[in-house]
């Protein structure tokens, strides 16, 4: 069969309401921007962004909220017919601090983990190159067990598994369970991206380098990358060892949500194109420091290639 698409984005589609006022905490924001989200989510608009073509499975409330995000999803050219509006519970929204570091979040969680096995088909499956899906939405059933499922049937297929470990005890009290979780999906091979933040929140203390790229590998993980904010990248390839890259300096910081799902768009873009790894870094990196100096989603029309 044809692979018509680049990526399937699997999981959370929300809303994330941004605090207008930078660096301030969630207890003293007044005013917030609506905002289209969700990892995935990003992932799926930032994918079509810079010309890939991009389909999410998600689920929201049919309401006003569904309406705005599968509109917006629309208007980015992301394929949006496996997208499910249920009228049994509203859209998933999540109140976010404007930070120049990590920000703080609360979230309230309704549609968005109601992903159902009818959603992602074989045809779709068989369509596509990389099945992408997200910490976040492995967290809750009956999201977890359709994900696990299709997430093998992909490997079977051929596709490149993909997932961004953004763990959040926040999301997912239950770090021993999160971590059977976890484990079942490594067992696709999947390249993995996570912070020093996702690892320390999994792990609930600092653990070294060489311990995180361990643990993942011997889990089925093929290819490791570990962001580390300001201190750059540090990337695991089975077959090259560990790789580090530097981060790239950006004076103009607006908005920090989302930079991760951008460095991760540009670094599927990459492996799609089938770069070396320290080119899907270099890739990866660029898009997430044009991200951070934008407010809300990435800029139309990026031409990654001519950055």
């Not at 067990?145 to 093998?152: F, H, N, Y």
């Not at 300001?230 to 090259?240: A, Q, T």
């Not at 890259?245 to 492996?271: E, H, I, P, Q, R």
Request: glycine content about 6%.
């Amino acid at each position: 069969m044809k692979k018509t698409i680049d990526i399937i984005c699997i999981g959370e589609l929300l809303i994330d309401f941004i605090g207008n006022e930078i660096n301030m905490p969630i207890s003293k924001i007044e005013n917030y921007h609506r905002f289209l989200g969700g990892s995935p989510t990003n992932v799926a608009i930032n994918g079509a962004k810079i010309g890939l073509k991009t389909a999410l499975v998600a689920t929201c409330g049919k309401d006003g909220l569904g309406d705005f995000m599968i509109k917006e999803l629309n208007k980015n050219k992301v394929i949006t017919s496996y997208i499910q509006q249920t009228e049994d519970e509203p859209s998933s929204v999540i109140f976010v601090s404007k930070s120049s570091e990590t920000p703080e979040f609360i979230p309230y969680r309704k549609a968005d983990y109601h992903i159902q096995n009818t959603q992602i088909t074989d045809e779709l499956l068989q369509s596509a190159k990389i099945f992408h899906t997200t910490c976040f939405a492995l967290s809750k059933n009956p999201a977890r067990k359709t994900i696990l499922e299709k997430a093998k049937k992909a490997q079977q297929l051929g596709l490149q598994t993909s997932i961004d470990l953004n763990f959040s005890e926040k999301i997912w009290p239950d770090r021993k369970e999160a971590k059977a979780v976890i484990a079942e999906y490594l067992s696709t091979n999947p390249i993995v991206k996570l912070s020093d933040d996702d690892c320390f929140r999994l792990f609930d203390e600092t653990k070294s380098d060489d311990y995180i790229f361990d643990y993942f590998h011997q889990l089925g993980a093929s290819t490791i990358c570990l962001t580390k904010g300001k201190d750059g990248v540090i990337l695991f390839d089975p077959k090259l060892g560990v790789i580090q890259k530097k981060a790239n300096l950006v004076v103009n910081v607006k908005d920090t949500t989302g930079a991760g799902d951008a460095f991760w768009t540009g670094f599927l873009y990459s492996k799609l194109k089938e770069k070396e790894p320290m080119e899907c870094i270099d890739n990866a990196q660029k898009l997430a420091s044009i991200k951070i100096q934008h407010l809300g989603q990435l800029p139309n029309n990026i031409q990654l290639e001519r950055i």
